[in-house]
């Protein structure tokens, strides 16, 4: 079998990076991988974690343009909400923008801590213990 060029190279791992964008599971990428440029497994795999470098930048991208996006209409929301003195709606746009880029402090969250088990097995024989006749 021939060797496969640069330029066809790139483009079958352009179609895997497509393929990985619309959402198709690992398994099918390999299977249409090997089917589509009969290749082998390998090769496949291959050409799928090359294409997962492409899909990667190209959602993060696509991240970039829906935050800049977001950020604007929340600008638009506050500057609108300003002009009318509506200081709740400035207020929470300014917050949910906060938010948005990241610049908030993280939500406080609720440690549960889980008992190891010689602590779990300690407490069960204190639970589990005869009362002391009195």
């Known amino acids: 079998m021939p060797a496969t060029s640069n330029a066809e190279l790139e483009q079958r791992v352009s179609a895997v990076a497509d393929w ?3 959402g198709r599971r690992y398994s ?3 299977g249409s991988c090997c089917a589509e440029f009969k290749v082998c497994r390998n090769t496949a795999l291959n050409y799928i974690d090359r294409a997962n470098v492409i899909a990667r930048e190209t959602r993060m991208k696509q991240k970039e343009v829906m935050i800049a996006r977001a950020a604007d209409k929340l600008e638009k929301i506050h500057d609108k909400a300003y002009a ?3 200081c709740s709606a400035a207020t929470g746009a ?5 938010k948005l880029l990241g610049l908030a402090e993280p939500d ?7 008992a190891t088990d010689p602590i779990k097995a300690l407490l069960g024989e204190i639970v589990n213990a005869p009362d002391k006749a009195q």
């Open 94 to 98: 300014v917050r949910e923008l906060v």
């Open 108 to 114: 406080k969250q609720e440690v549960k801590h889980d």
């Open 84 to 86: 009318r003195e509506d």
């Open 28 to 30: 099918e990428l390999v």
């Open 20 to 22: 990985i964008l619309e």
